[in-house]
């Protein structure tokens, strides 16, 4: 088999940032590029390398957090590189622990702060519509899921997407995720439904959950 899907390690983390940095590219996805505009990147490194760090940092937040799951795809017969990866967040269980990471601070510099605020102001706006004060403490929330450009159509999506709800399935528990248009057809694919179109910064994205079926089996 030659894409195998695993917790990520310690380890990985450095890989994953590096594709998180080339799945979301401010060339290619436009809420990246909102948030950390092309005219405050340094002109002497390539577009997209200055916030790096900082994407390295957001996935080692996760992967010390206890309800985060980072998940990774490898192709074993490209000595195991990893060519996907997905966090998902957990139903809290412990009513002391927070609904989802800490967010780390965004390197200022090169991103807008204000832009940054707006969006998760409009995230924990829907995620208020869809699940009342609790939020997201009693779903699965898919954060984010990214597969190398380069591996592309080869399930990838499809293996890091099941493996989330597998998870949601055996407990019971619905999964939410905010789609891009990109990503909305695979989710739809897979049953998820539609709950809200957003407006963001004036491209489209659909809130959307699965609903589970305590007797599905995927």
Known sequence: MEIQIRNATEKDLPAVAQLAGVAFHPTTDWITRQVFPLHLQPK??????????????????????????????????LDNQIVGFAVWDQPIEDEQLP????????????????????????????????????????????????????????????GLLTWGMR????????????????????????????????NMFGVMHHSMIYRVNKEAIL
């Open 44 to 77: 002497n490194i390539p577009d997209g390398e200055a916030y790096l760090p900082w994407r390295q940092l957001r996935k080692t937040v996760s992967y010390n957090t206890s309800n985060s799951a980072v998940i990774v795809a490898i192709d074993t017969t």
């Open 167 to 198: 998870q949601a399935t055996k407990a019971g528990r619905d999964c939410y995720l905010m789609a891009t248009p990109q990503g909305r057809p695979l989710y739809e694919a897979f049953g998820f439904e539609i709950v809200r179109p957003l």
């Open 99 to 158: 609904a989802a990471p800490a967010e780390p601070e965004l390197p200022p510099a090169v991103s807008d702060v204000k832009i940054y605020e707006e969006l998760q102001a409009i995230l924990k706006e829907d995620h208020r519509a869809s699940f009342g004060d609790r939020e997201l403490k009693d779903v699965w929330h898919l954060d984010m899921i990214g597969v190398d450009p380069l591996h592309q159509r080869r399930g990838i999506g499809k």
